[in-house]
């Protein structure tokens, strides 16, 4: 935290100054506090809106999950400054309570506005309209610390919980979408109906953009892939595998689709591991076992309407590089702790939710701004976090102007200094 010293005091966040840095050039806090409607009485503000939201999320990225963490952080000389206040003589920084309340002050159209500025936030990331995404679609546990409401018991994780959603950009990995959920297998209406919002958004912006969408076979639902190929949507899902599946699936191709692939069912296709079998030069062998402790092969099923590529490049390739996205709700959830959603509301955890991805934006840019060459690059962001943020600095403020003093023997200093000059926002 913080330590009094001669000429100035002495913080152990010192690298909250690049998520600053990182925040100005998305004005991500602005965008989100527009969003909120604020019902105070303007003569009577001390914290604005955006300080408030933006000292929230730099507090996530620093690892201070919990509000209870700004008590201590509100007079915190880096995290101060980083909000664009002066370290000494410059006004504390909001407390837990007035945190708390602004995460249950919206109700249920300003938490869907927010979700939009997150979705806007990644179609802007585009400095032109893309060919193609594609977006890997996921859920995650989340155990809840009572008895939230939307909780729910899940018999498979054997815990009372959440099942967010999580949409990732497959290409960059930046994060699209989060939407808070109960405890239970999400339906195939569920699904359509939150693709096709997000559809409808990003084709109001990208009408040209073709877009594959890719999931396990919790998403591989009748009601998805008819509603994709109604749309012109490409997809890629997982069916689970079953023994009359596996019988079924043996027959000629002509008897080899999944009934409910819909009238378009010649276009799906499923593959065979060729360690196993040979794959026909058709293409449509459909079994490709999943090996594990069993006594049986188990399968795994892939159902695609793409109408190019072999079956393996299907399965192999396209499907098979769905566990990317695995990693990105890790770090997500394990390293900005996402599931921290104690809050009794659904709303207000939504709002949370919002602000850990907030989070996970400044830390995402804060990769991306480190040199290719270097071996911080594709660093996860706990790394990030223990060699960047984490740093001891002497703030000193002087009447012209305020100085950052960081050790001699900083190992990444030239790599600090780099990070700062390609995320300063460029002159007139």
Not at 88 to 109: A, F
Not at 124 to 134: E, G, I
Request: with cysteine; charged share 25%; glycine share 6%.
């Amino acid at each position: 935290m913080t330590a009094a010293f001669d000429g100035g005091r002495i913080t152990s966040d010192g690298g909250v100054m690049l998520l600053a840095a990182a925040e100005r050039r998305l004005q991500l806090a602005d965008r989100l506090a527009a969003a909120i409607h604020d019902p105070r009485d303007p003569e009577r503000v001390t914290h604005a809106m955006a300080d408030i939201l933006r000292a929230r999320i730099f507090a996530i990225a620093c690892g201070y999950e919990d509000a209870n963490d700004l008590d201590r952080l509100r007079t915190d000389p880096a995290f101060k400054l980083a909000c664009g206040r002066l370290p000494d003589s410059g006004l504390d920084l909001c407390s837990q309570p007035t945190c708390s309340r602004v995460e249950n002050l919206p109700d249920l159209r300003p938490v869907v506005r927010l979700g939009w500025v997150l979705v806007d936030l990644w179609l802007l990331s585009y400095a032109a309209p893309p060919k193609s995404v594609t977006l890997d679609i996921d859920d995650t546990v989340d155990v809840v610390h009572g008895h939230q409401q939307l909780s729910l018991f899940n018999a498979h994780y054997d815990e009372r919980c959440f099942l967010p959603i999580h949409i990732y950009d497959a290409a960059t990995g930046r994060p699209v979408s989060m939407i808070l959920r109960p405890g239970k297998t999400p339906t195939g209406k569920e699904i359509r109906s939150h693709l096709r919002r997000l559809v409808r958004r990003i084709r109001a912006r990208w009408p040209a953009t073709r877009i594959l969408i890719r999931g396990d076979g919790h998403y591989g639902r009748a009601e998805v892939m008819a509603w994709c190929e109604n749309n012109a949507i490409d997809y890629v899902f997982g069916l689970p595998g079953t023994r009359f599946s596996s019988v079924s699936l043996m027959k000629p191709p002509t008897t080899s689709a999944p009934p409910h692939a819909g009238a378009e069912a010649g276009a799906a296709r499923l593959c065979r591991d060729p360690i196993q079998g040979k794959i026909p030069e058709d293409g449509t062998s459909p079994l490709r076992p999943h090996r594990g402790n069993h006594p049986r092969p188990r399968h795994r099923f892939v159902v695609t309407n793409l109408d190019k590529g072999s079956a393996a490049h299907v399965c192999n390739v396209i499907y098979c590089a769905r566990g990317q996205a695995e990693n990105l709700i890790k770090m997500h959830k394990s390293q900005l702790a996402s599931d921290r959603t104690s809050c009794r509301s659904p709303i207000a955890n939504q709002v949370r939710l919002v602000l850990h991805t907030a989070a996970y934006w400044l830390m995402l840019t804060l990769r991306e701004a480190v040199p290719k060459t270097h071996h911080l690059s594709n660093a996860e962001f706990a790394t990030l976090r223990l060699r960047l943020l984490k740093l001891g600095a002497r703030v000193i403020e002087t009447v012209s102007r305020i100085r950052l003093a960081f050790a001699a023997a900083c190992p990444e200093a030239s790599l600090f200094r780099q990070i700062a000059l390609t995320l300063q926002p460029a002159g007139p």
